[in-house]
């Protein structure tokens, strides 16, 4: 079982930037792979963004551009690095572990998550 806990979450105007941070423990060996989803109001969990071994990353149309994925294996950690915030960015922000073949799969229970708010 892995253990996630997200924080770095926060509020910020549109434009502003924010950086999330993700620290997993537990059976970390069984995971190949980090990523981040997010739930705004009323919608569902989306996957934002991940980070395989190596440099594979994947962005979703969301993230592209604006948003920046990085992990350290030494750490069992992943980040999420969020600049030019829009309103729509608003969400609850939750990492994930799980293994990246063809397709992410997340294996681990979900986080607490970290509450991202920004205004216009």
């Known amino acids: 079982q892995v253990h996630l806990v997200e924080s770095g979450g926060g509020s910020v105007q549109a434009g502003g930037s924010l950086r999330l941070a993700c620290v997993a423990s537990g059976s970390t060996s069984i995971i190949n792979a980090m990523a981040w989803y997010r739930q705004g109001p009323g919608k569902q969990r989306q996957l934002v963004a991940v980070h395989g071994d190596g440099e594979r990353r994947l962005y979703t149309d969301s993230a592209k551009g604006r948003f920046t994925i990085s992990r350290d294996k030494t750490k069992n950690a992943v980040y999420l690095q969020m600049n030019s915030l829009k309103p729509e960015d608003t969400a609850v922000y939750y990492c994930?572990?799980?293994?990246?073949?063809?397709?992410?799969?997340?294996?681990?229970?979900w986080g607490q998550g970290t509450q991202v708010t920004v205004s216009s």
């Open positions: 994930s572990a799980g293994l990246w073949a063809a397709n992410y799969v997340p294996t681990s229970r």
